[in-house]
């Protein structure tokens, strides 16, 4: 496992992941989406597992699920298990939020 560190303090993590925004970013040899949610940041990967769709143009529920943009499947943001489709479960990474940046485990 590897551990990367986005920003430099807390403020800066919170600037750059506006509300239910998400984000899209290189980590090493990986892409990964990010998301704010209430108190929580979710770290997952960028494409659907169904079709491949790109999940940043996807939309976040109020039960923390990304639901991806092409066939609406769900998947829930804390463990990647998919709630509604049929398709293996989203690839999803351990976050923490530090005061010199966010962690992220992959
Ligand atoms: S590509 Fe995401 S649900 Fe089909």
Redesign the pocket.
């Known amino acids: 496992m590897k551990t990367f560190t986005l920003g430099q303090s807390r403020k800066q993590v919170e600037e750059m992941l506006p509300e239910a925004q998400i984000k899209t970013v290189q980590l090493g040899a990986k892409k990964v989406c990010m998301v704010k949610s209430g108190q929580e940041i979710f770290a997952f990967e960028p494409q ?1 597992p ?4 790109a999940l940043n143009e996807g939309k976040i529920n109020g039960f923390n699920e990304i639901i ?6 769900r998947f829930d943001l804390e463990t990647g298990q998919v709630k509604s ?1 049929d ?1 293996r479960d989203l690839e999803v990474y351990k976050t923490e939020l530090t005061e010199q940046g966010l962690k992220i485990f992959i």
């Open positions: 659907c169904h079709r491949m769709a991806c943009p092409l066939h609406e499947y489709g398709c």
